[in-house]
């Protein structure tokens, strides 16, 4: 174990074959980046202006689009920086950051949505006991746990990578993503995988 090298920056290899076409790429994704957070953040104006909106299923689409807001930073920005350059790095702790991001924002989205769906259950369901049970306080318990759940377990699996020393530098992908990271690693990271692919 004495040979490892740890690499600090890594090569993305998800752009190289756009060449002349770079340009129109970066316009369309600039745009869509603007048009993703111009209506998430309409949408959470609305909710949070008209009162008649604060009911549980409009407090959780508000959440949907405030992660779809922090989701979008942990990837956008970078790729909009390697549509305008010809060398596309990231340097670990940003591959660190950005995995966490956007597993978080995934995870937080499934968290979100099973909330949503336990909300139409309720109403569905028990209609008549519905005020009762999806109280204020509990949609803010519902939503802590939605958060907190995705938060907390992406921290264990980005520490279990972290202690991974890396052997290699190329990553075939738009972005960093943690399989792509583990088959960097010097030896096998068994804890962290759910399946194993050759």
Not at 94 to 116: A, F, G, K, P
Not at 159 to 184: E, M, Q, V
């Amino acid at each position: 174990m004495g040979n490892i090298s740890t690499f600090k920056f890594f090569i993305l290899f998800g752009l190289q074959d756009s060449g002349v076409y770079k340009p129109l790429y970066f316009l369309l994704v600039f745009v869509l980046y603007i048009l993703i957070i111009i209506v998430n953040l309409t949408l959470i104006f609305i909710v949070a202006v008209d009162r008649s909106l604060h009911e549980p299923m409009y407090i959780f689409i508000c959440n949907l689009c405030a992660n779809g807001l922090y989701g979008t930073v942990g990837f956008y920005p970078k790729f909009l920086l390697d549509l305008q350059s010809d060398l596309h790095t990231i340097s670990y702790n940003w591959c660190i950051i950005q995995i966490y991001v956007i597993y978080t924002s995934v995870m937080c989205e499934i968290t979100v949505l099973t909330m949503m769906a336990y909300d139409r259950f309720v109403a569905i369901c028990r209609p008549l006991q519905y005020h009762s049970i999806l109280t204020p306080h509990a949609v803010l318990k519902l939503l802590g746990l939605a958060w907190a759940y995705p938060l907390l377990t992406a921290i264990i699996s980005m520490l279990l990578t972290a202690r991974i020393p890396i052997c290699g530098y190329d990553i075939h992908k738009l972005f960093c993503d943690n399989p792509s990271l583990l088959k960097l690693g010097c030896h096998q990271a068994i804890a962290n995988k759910v399946e194993k692919y050759t």
